[in-house]
């Protein structure tokens, strides 16, 4: 068993829209020197059976986790649930929802693209996939590199599937407070996800995560792998400011996200694994 070490608790798998099975995510953890990973597929916890048998044979901590998106100062927010141990509950019925409406969105995505002369397919996309609810863009994004429609995933979204691009297909998005409402009713707890991708200056971002603890969050997301180290360090005085715990990962996608590894990121990240006590004593 590892001893010590780093944690990540932000990494994806292909049950979500990350390359990799769930059970190869505490494998690279073991690998990488940490004690404990968060398995945080996109709105679904299907992986997390054979990630947890998996992690118990490696000797590593498994969190059990996922992430939502939500509506939130006018942007879409991310949003990390830790803990999910229950199996039913308020969280998981508003996960089953968030999942219908991704397969709906998908196939007004498959037509959007259709519609636009480029020859990728619904049935295709879901080959690319875990299975149909496992679909996500940068599935689509690879099959468009596959067909020459794109140089790369992160030009495929440029080019195709970003916010206001040509095949762009939004999908349904949680306030941040009900989820969280959610996450407590379920023994679950709420951290936001790599805080800058709001896009706000410095004073609307504080207040923003003021209205987050209040609405019962967690964590904040400050030692993320994208960030430098002055961010990260100002993101940690934010979450010691709203009494929020500082939590980290490198939000690992496999190949979809190249030059990642899980507990490293880039290869200077390094959170702190006493987060995760501080985040377990904050569960309902």
């Not at 780093?6 to 829209?17: E, F, P, Q, T």
């Not at 509506?71 to 968030?98: C, I, K, M, N, Q």
């Not at 969105?105 to 875990?130: F, I, K, S, W």
Request: with cysteine; glycine share 10%; hydrophobic share 45%.
């Amino acid at each position: 068993m590892v001893v010590g070490g780093v944690i990540d608790l932000h990494l994806h798998s292909n049950a979500s829209d990350g390359t990799d099975p769930p059970e190869m995510i505490p494998e690279l953890g073991a690998a990488a020197g940490c004690r404990a990973v968060a398995l945080t597929d996109h709105d679904t916890l299907a992986g997390l059976s054979a990630a947890g048998s998996r992690a118990a044979e490696v000797g590593i901590e498994l969190v059990r986790g996922c992430e939502v998106s939500c509506a939130f100062s006018g942007a879409t927010t991310h949003v990390l649930v830790y803990f999910v141990d229950a199996d039913e509950g308020p969280l998981h019925d508003e996960l089953a929802r968030l999942r219908q409406d991704r397969v709906a969105r998908n196939r007004l995505l498959a037509e959007r693209l259709a519609a636009l002369g480029a020859p990728v397919t619904y049935e295709e996309a879901v080959e690319q996939a875990a299975g149909e609810e496992s679909l996500g863009r940068p599935h689509f994004a690879a099959l468009l590199v596959a067909k020459g429609m794109a140089e790369s995933v992160p030009d495929a979204f440029d080019r195709w599937l970003a916010s206001g691009r040509p095949a762009y297909v939004p999908k349904a998005r949680v306030p941040p407070a009900d989820l969280a409402a959610k996450a407590k009713e379920s023994g679950a707890v709420c951290a936001l996800a790599h805080p800058l991708s709001l896009e706000l200056g410095p004073n609307e971002l504080d207040r923003a995560v003021g209205e987050l603890a209040e609405a019962g969050f967690a964590g904040l997301e400050a030692h993320y792998a994208a960030y430098g180290p002055e961010e990260r360090r100002a993101l940690v005085e934010l979450a010691s400011r709203h009494d929020l715990v500082a939590t980290g990962g490198s939000d690992y996608h496999g190949t979809h996200k190249p030059g990642l590894a899980v507990g490293v990121g880039r290869g200077d990240l390094a959170v702190p694994d006493r987060a995760l006590e501080l985040l377990a004593a904050r569960r309902p």
